[in-house]
T-cell receptor, first 108, second 115 residues
Framework: GQQVMQIPQYQHVQEGEDFTTYCNSSTTLSNIQWYKQRPGGHPVFLIQLVKSGEVKKQKRLTFQFGEAKKNSSLHITATQTTDVGTYFCAQGAQKLVFGQGTRLTINP | DTEVTQTPKHLVMGMTNKKSLKCEQHMGHRAMYWYKQKAKKPPELMFVYSYEKLSINESVPSRFSPECPNSSLLNLHLHALQPEDSALYLC??????????????FGAGSRLTVL
């Protein structure tokens, strides 16, 4: 299946700072999903993006899908300790393939 | 709380044991999945069932044997596993079609240790 490259692998921020993780593909994606996995937990679906250039917001989280549908980003404004976890992008149809994930840690 | 229930939460087994992981969902989803996740790695797809039929097998060794007895249940039978099979095994479900298609709801996982 198509692979998505996700960067950075790790990000440590001070509480209140912003955070961004990026997913990139060499081929056009039909859609992209984002999941969050808390430490010791399981992946939880956050959002799905389908349209070129799509931007969706969930409170402090902003998700973007590139115009060429080859990249996506998740931006968190003013991080809080509850944002700690690993954020995965994922793409595919029945065979959903996950990016490597970005592990976010926060210094309170 | 998750709507996908997995049992057991933890399992320790020897290499000669036979055990099973179980997964149940009551969301009316007709696609069910097994993923394997090693520490600090993303989930890796193992099997997909669609309408109780195996639709994807990601070249998983035969010591892992999936079973889907009905639309709500998914099992993973384990036999003659290796220590490197130790991992978190995640079950997930999704709708097959429509806006929710392929949007996965994961269970809490079964953490397997093979001695």
């Amino acid at each position: 299946g198509q692979q998505v490259m996700q960067i950075p692998q790790y990000q440590h921020v001070q509480e209140g700072e912003d955070f961004t993780t990026y997913c990139n593909s060499s081929t056009t994606l039909s859609n992209i999903q984002w999941y969050k996995q808390r430490p010791g937990g399981h992946p939880v679906f956050l959002i799905q993006l389908v349209k070129s250039g799509e931007v969706k917001k969930q409170k402090r989280l902003t998700f973007q899908f590139g115009e060429a549908k080859k990249n996506s980003s998740l931006h968190i404004t003013a991080t809080q300790t509850t944002d700690v976890g690993t954020y995965f992008c994922a793409q595919g149809a029945q065979k959903l393939v996950f990016g490597q994930g970005t592990r976010l840690t926060i210094n309170p | 709380d998750t709507e996908v229930t997995q049992t057991p939460k933890h399992l320790v087994m020897g290499m000669t044991n036979k055990k099973s992981l179980k997964c149940e969902q009551h969301m009316g989803h007709r696609a069910m999945y097994w993923y394997k996740q090693k520490a600090k790695k993303p989930p890796e797809l193992m099997f997909v069932y669609s309408y109780e039929k195996l639709s994807i097998n990601e070249s998983v060794p035969s010591r892992f044997s999936p079973e889907c007895p009905n639309s709500s249940l998914l099992n993973l039978h384990l036999h003659a596993l290796q220590p490197e099979d130790s991992a978190l095994y995640l079950c997930a479900s999704s709708q097959v079609a429509g806006r929710g298609a392929n949007v996965l709801t994961f269970g809490a996982g079964s953490r397997l240790t093979v001695l």
